[in-house]
């Protein structure tokens, strides 16, 4: 099939206006199947005007938070018809199984869509009591405006669930947006943009301009009419983000990456917790920001349950996502299969102990061989750095505080898992831990009542939960005079 996919401007398909394109390439194949075009700052400019037109004059600042709610809950059921479509369109784009995003991320997006329509009528603002104005009584309130338009800068891994966590939140609070999609992955946006337009809202409210980072989400950043910049991302873009969004005072929210810990407790529920690691370290191909990729084990049980993991990786089943019984298909990208590689030679070169997979070197297509590394430290680079793929790193430890020492010796905190049986040590640990979300024999739940994000260098802010939604209000402060 070959995909020729163009801006979504006001509701139109629009071509890149000095004409260029970006080849998109299938993963397992390596073959160019299409291509998108490659925004430019005039590109943005136009998408931000309507955005801007939709937000000031148009039939968008119009409409109450219950009518924008029921928009809302007309998307999420396109959305819902549409699931097979929405996650072939992402599957396909980075070689994932379809079966993950049919189970996962269409779901969550549809619930995401479903709970910020009940939030769209719910921001409300307070009446605050004051001494009065120079000894003349008052009546002070606030109200909650959006912040404006906001610019969504959005990752290839999960692309229509992470587009979904923004929109569904500034949709609710009466933002306007331009998406702008990872340069590998723009199809679900441009999908779910026309399901947008089928739903009824107004042409302009939801807009995406396809691209690089460097010229279409830079041009967002610096573009002096957008009002919020929402990225999720690595770390390394989201620093350059937040200085060119920062020195033009735009809001930012950042959600980056992970290196998070499972801490496994000698009394865990063995076969509970090996699924658990082993979910968090495979599901879509270890390329998960809060991919469970540090497993610290205790020492009584940490050979066998290494030993347990590198058989469960062994078992993975890999090769074309499309074909019956397979688990797992190849990375997305060729950056990221060979900093995959390099990773797990590090790991080799470094003294860890190779328990399953290994440098992947296929004929053809992106495949990486889940890969368990034992007898490793929290120094070496398979425990500090996010890889990004199917590699997990086993290290021992003795005792809880060690645990809790390890857990928070990385720069990052996004997420933790703790494995235990022991009530009392599941709520310590959860409370020493420095990280955004903690979850207490499950890896990472993930549900739209629940705010996500980390600290440190996984991000700053929260997305999900009413607070995700309140994330796109200004509060204004109104004082009326009361003479008697
Ligand atoms: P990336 O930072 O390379 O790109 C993310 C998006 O930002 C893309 O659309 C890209 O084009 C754009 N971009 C890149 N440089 C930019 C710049 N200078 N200015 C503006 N936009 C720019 O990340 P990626 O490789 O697409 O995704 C992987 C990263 O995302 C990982 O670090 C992962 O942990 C993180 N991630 C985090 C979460 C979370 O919720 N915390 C979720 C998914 C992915």
């Known amino acids: 099939m070959t995909e020729h996919l163009n801006h979504f401007i006001a509701g139109t398909g629009v071509e890149a206006s000095d004409g260029r394109r970006i080849a998109l390439v299938n993963p397992v194949t390596e073959q160019v199947y299409g291509s998108c075009a490659r925004g430019t700052a005039e590109d943005v400019d136009r998408a931000v005007a309507a955005a801007q037109r939709q937000l ?149 409210v939801i807009n995406v301009v396809t691209g690089y980072g460097a010229e279409v989400g830079r041009a967002l950043c610096e573009h002096p009419h957008v009002a919020k910049i929402s990225f999720t991302g690595s770390p390394e873009a989201g620093r350059e983000i937040q200085r060119t969004a920062g020195v033009l005072f735009k809001h930012v929210a950042l959600e980056l990456g992970g290196k998070s810990p499972q801490i496994v407790f000698d009394d865990a529920p063995f076969d509970d917790a090996l699924r658990g690691c082993a979910l968090g370290l495979f599901a879509n191909q270890g390329q998960v920001c809060a991919a469970g990729s540090r497993i610290l084990v205790q020492r009584g049980i940490a050979e066998r349950f290494a030993a347990a993991l590198a058989e469960a990786a062994r078992a993975v089943k890999v090769g074309d996502p499309r074909e019956p019984g397979v688990q797992m298909g190849p990375v997305a990208k060729k950056a990221q299969f060979d900093r995959v590689n390099r990773y797990i030679q590090l790991g080799i070169d470094q003294g860890a102990t190779l328990l399953a997979g290994g440098v992947s070197t296929p004929e053809r297509g992106w495949f990486v061989r889940p890969t368990i590394f034992a007898n490793a430290n929290n120094e070496m680079a398979i425990a500090r750095d996010e890889i990004f793929g199917p590699v997990g790193t086993v290290i021992t430890f003795d005792s809880e505080d060690e645990a809790v020492a390890l857990a928070n010796d990385s720069t990052y905190g996004l997420a933790a898992t703790v494995w235990t049986t022991d009530l009392a040590r599941a709520h310590r640990v959860a409370a020493a831990v420095k990280v955004g979300a903690v979850g207490v024999n499950c890896w990472s739940p993930l549900d739209a009542n629940l705010p996500w994000g980390g600290v440190k260098t996984s991000g700053i802010g929260r997305e999900g939960g009413f607070g995700g939604a309140m994330a796109y209000t200004e509060e204004k402060v109104i004082t009326v005079l009361l003479p008697t």
């Open 56 to 204: 000031e004059h148009g039939a968008w600042r119009q409409l109450d938070g219950a009518q924008r709610g029921r928009l809302l809950v007309k998307l999420a059921d396109l959305v819902e018809r549409d699931t097979d479509v929405l996650a072939d369109l992402d599957a396909d784009a980075i070689g994932r199984s379809p079966l993950e995003p049919r189970r996962l991320d269409v779901p969550n997006a549809v619930a995401n869509l479903r709970a910020a329509a009940g939030w769209a009528n719910q921001l409300e603002g307070r009446t605050i009591p004051t001494g009065g104005y120079f000894g003349t009584k008052t009546l002070s309130y606030t109200v909650r405006e959006p912040v404006g338009v906001v610019g969504a800068i959005v990752p290839w891994n999960s692309p229509l669930m992470i587009t979904v966590w923004k929109l569904a939140a500034l949709l609710a609070a009466g933002c306007t947006v331009v998406i702008k999609p990872s340069e590998e992955t723009p199809q679900s946006a441009l999908h779910l943009a026309a399901l947008a337009q089928e739903a009824g809202f107004p042409d302009g």
